[in-house]
């Protein structure tokens, strides 16, 4: 295990366990918040990357990241997944990004009127076919 006063980028793979998997606690990624501060993020909600012009050295890695996996929309949930953190903590991650303007957010497109029934009922009639 890691001595005390080694600083954590000198340690490598001695932050992670093959069975365990990380050893860094989520609070330590996210400064021991357990909410983000000001967005509303839904897990379907749609995030992408944005040209904010600030430097992303200056981020953590798991930031940089979620920066790199948002080239192409996902939703929070899927950036929680593909980052392998908690839901909570993803959220998190990504309010610190929107807010430096980083990440941009959208909802997902919902079609006027509702879904189509006959579509449904296609669907419905498939899956009884199996």
């Known amino acids: ?5 080694t ?15 990380p050893l860094v606690r ?4 996210t ?20 040209e904010s012009g600030l430097d992303p050295m200056e981020l953590g890695p798991e930031h940089r990241k979620i920066i790199t996996l948002c080239h192409h929309p996902l939703s929070v949930a899927e950036v929680a997944s ?11 991650l990504l309010d610190d990004l929107i807010n430096r303007g ?4 959208g909802t997902p497109t919902r079609h006027e009127g509702g879904p189509d029934r006959d579509l449904l009922q296609a ?3 498939g899956i009884r076919a199996i």
Not at 1 to 5: D, I, K, N, P, V
Not at 26 to 29: G, I, N, Q
Not at 102 to 105: A, E, P, R
């Open 82 to 92: 593909y980052t392998r953190v908690p839901l909570g903590v993803a959220r998190v």
């Open 102 to 105: 980083d990440i941009v957010v």
């Open 7 to 21: 600083p954590m980028a000198d340690l490598g793979s001695e932050w992670v366990d093959d069975a365990a998997g």
């Open 31 to 50: 400064g021991g918040r357990t909410r983000p501060m000001h967005s509303r993020l839904d897990v379907a909600t749609q995030v992408v990357a944005a």
């Open 123 to 125: 669907i419905l009639d």
């Open 1 to 5: 295990m890691a001595r005390r006063g």
């Open 26 to 29: 989520p609070y330590t990624l």
